[in-house]
Structures are given as structure tokens and as C-alpha cells.
């Protein structure tokens, strides 16, 4: 079984920055990809970022510039460091971690950008 624990979200300004971050417990293998996905109020979940063990990245358009995805391997966490954020970034913004063909997920963490 895996666990994903979110911190890091909460209250900004237009403009300022946040960084989430997320550990995984439980049985990780090193072969796996990690990542951030979001859903605002009305809107579908989407990606935001995503990051494999080797550390290729990939990122969504809108956050290309301003967010980026790391990860520490040792400590099993990923983190999403998020500048120049608007108020369009505001969503509750879940961690996710794929694999053997598995995908599982944290409990979420809300991001609320003020304009």
C-alpha cells in the first residue's frame, strides 16, 4: 500500500509563490513517475506537472515558466514550487504517483490565488 501526504497549500496574492510538497510511505519503487494535478471549482482534473525517478519533466502550457516539479528520491517526496501565480492557479492541487500499473493519490491541498 502507498500513502501521499500534501503540504504546502494555501492563501496568496497575485504574483506570489508556493510551494507544495508530498510524501509517499509505503511501498515505493524506484521505477515510478510523480506528479501534481489540480481541479478548480466546475473544471475537470488536470495535469500540472509531472516527474519521472531519472528526472525528466513534463509540464501543463499554462504553468510552463512558472511552476517547476523536483523530487528527492531518498526522502521520497515531490515538490511543485509555484511563482508568478494568478488567480487562475486557484484549485485543490493533488499529488499523484504511478506504478507497477497502479496509480495512487493524496487527499489534495487547497491553492487560493487573490487577484
Known amino acids: 500500500q502507498v500513502q501521499l501526504v500534501e503540504s504546502g497549500g494555501g492563501l496568496v496574492q497575485a504574483g506570489g509563490s508556493l510551494r507544495l510538497s508530498c510524501v509517499a510511505s509505503g511501498n515505493i519503487f524506484r521505477i515510478n513517475v510523480m506528479g501534481w494535478y489540480r481541479q478548480a471549482p466546475g473544471k475537470q482534473r488536470e495535469l500540472v506537472a509531472s516527474?519521472?525517478?531519472?528526472?525528466?519533466?513534463n509540464y501543463a502550457d499554462s504553468v510552463k515558466g512558472r511552476f517547476t516539479i523536483s523530487r528527492n528520491n531518498a526522502k521520497d517526496t515531490v515538490y511543485l514550487q509555484m511563482n508568478s501565480l494568478k488567480p487562475e492557479d486557484t484549485a485543490v492541487y493533488s499529488c499523484?504517483?504511478?506504478?507497477?500499473?497502479?496509480?495512487?493519490w493524496g487527499q489534495g491541498t487547497q491553492v487560493t490565488v487573490s487577484s
Open positions: 499523484n504517483l504511478q506504478q507497477k500499473g497502479y496509480g495512487y
Open positions: 516527474i519521472m525517478g531519472g528526472g525528466s519533466t
